[in-house]
């Protein structure tokens, strides 16, 4: 059993009951193929929880200071997270993420950069579009609802995938991909609060 599933487990057991979370449309998620599961962003418990809900094992991107620390690098290295530089173009950061798609994994992002502390959605970064339109991935988008509160629940909702050929046949640029996929997790915050 590798150290992804040992954590997913472990995470699982004192999440799940804690945050009492409950998970809507996991099926939406496609067994095979590449896929992006893009998220709005919260709490920095939300890849953890991304991670325990999705059917799919997930490879997150991090920001690159964590990885400073020998340690945490290793740590988060082997549950499957890999650096970038926030702020700046990371042509090593797109490269392992269109790697990972091109493998047929699933690679999570949180279009938003970083975490919104409303819980309304900011204005996406291009890189979820980016990901979008240079791979054949399925485009699922993902709905964290609640508050981290110990013992309320948390809801955690997979939409259908986003019908992406229109959207790459017609050179949509990687911004207003990336503000097309943030309405599709508006539409899930909406209809699900």
């Known amino acids: 059993m590798n150290l992804y599933r040992i954590a997913k487990w472990v995470v699982s057991i004192i999440f799940y009951p804690l945050f009492r979370i409950h998970v809507i449309g996991k099926a939406n998620v496609p067994k095979s193929g590449p896929v992006i599961i893009c998220s709005n962003h919260i709490s920095n418990f939300d890849p953890p929880v991304v991670g325990i809900t999705s059917p799919r094992s997930i490879y997150f991107m991090a920001k690159g200071e964590l ?28 490269r392992k993420g269109l790697q990972i798609l091109k493998a047929g994994h699933t690679l999570g992002l949180f279009p938003e950069g ?70 599709e997790i508006q539409k899930l915050l909406d209809l699900h609060k």
């Open 67 to 94: 990885f400073e620390n020998p340690l945490l690098g290793k740590l988060l290295t082997s549950i499957q997270a890999f650096p970038v530089k926030r702020g700046m173009r990371d042509r090593n950061a797109l």
């Open 114 to 183: 970083t975490r919104s502390k409303t819980g309304e959605l900011r204005k996406p970064l291009a890189g979820a579009g980016f990901f979008a339109l240079r791979s054949n991935a399925a485009i699922v988008p993902c709905a964290i609802i609640g508050s981290y509160k110990p013992f309320r629940r948390l809801k955690v909702v997979y939409g259908e995938p986003i019908p992406m050929e229109t959207i790459r046949e017609s050179k949509t640029s990687p911004q207003d991909t990336a503000n097309i996929i943030m309405e």
